[in-house]
């Protein structure tokens, strides 16, 4: 069956450093991977859209991968700082419907 | 731009009632709109596919009976849980798309907390 998955429940890391996360999914070829920030007791917010066919994307401090080979896409946080502590989540969107994946809750140390 | 808002953001019922939780695109009309179940430290879970003016798409194990949902304009659903049990405590989720095409980007609500005594 299709599955996406983030293997790291949580990461805990230092201000100013690279936080590295990973999602990969298996038995499906999605032309899309999303990824989305999630506060606690709210809703899911749009960060970043990675087509197929783009190796990679940036948004300010974010940065976006997509390796079809390997089947994962690796999102990184620049710079972090304490306002980026959250949970984020990878999402493929199959026909127009998203699968989530369970999500990693990234604590950014001042 | 692209806001949705959920009502209420907290409820607290007694077993064997109704719950209505309303979802509004603020700004724009969504083609489609989605409702999702969440429970704690785990993935938001796909419950239903609601279009303006047609039943919706229930996701397989969703009682359609259980959760009734209604998409009577293009900026409002709403999700009836009907005879509501404390196994349906949960977070509730809905989100908006302005477009299935263009990569799905999906605009969600805050949430909906639902305790079930």
């Known amino acids: 069956s299709q599955k996406i998955e983030q293997n790291s429940e949580a990461l805990n890391i230092q201000e100013g450093k690279t936080a590295t996360l990973t999602c990969n999914y298996t038995?499906?070829?999605?032309?899309?991977l999303q990824w989305y920030r999630q506060d606690p007791g709210r809703g899911p917010v749009f960060l970043l859209l990675i087509r197929e066919n783009e190796k990679e994307k940036r948004k300010e401090r974010l940065k976006v991968t997509f390796d079809t080979t390997l089947k994962q896409s690796l999102f990184h946080i620049t710079a972090s700082q304490p306002a980026d502590s959250a949970t984020y989540l990878c999402a493929s969107l199959n026909d127009y419907k998203l699968s989530f994946g369970a999500g990693t809750t990234v604590t950014v140390r001042a | 731009g692209a806001v949705v808002s959920q009502h209420p953001s907290r409820v607290i019922c007694k077993s064997g009632t109704s719950v209505k939780i309303e979802c509004r695109s603020l700004d724009f009309q969504a083609t489609t709109m989605f409702w999702y179940r969440q429970f704690p430290k785990k993935s938001l879970m796909l419950m239903a596919t609601s279009n303006e003016g047609s039943k919706a798409t229930y996701e397989q194990g969703v009682e359609k009976d259980k959760f009734l949902i209604n998409h009577a304009s293009l900026t409002l659903s709403t999700l009836t849980v009907t005879s509501a049990h404390p196994e349906d405590s949960s977070f509730y989720i809905c989100s908006a798309t302005l477009d299935r095409g263009a990569g799905g980007q999906q605009f969600f609500g805050p949430g909906t907390r639902l305790t079930v005594l």
């Open positions: 038995n499906y070829s999605p032309a899309y």
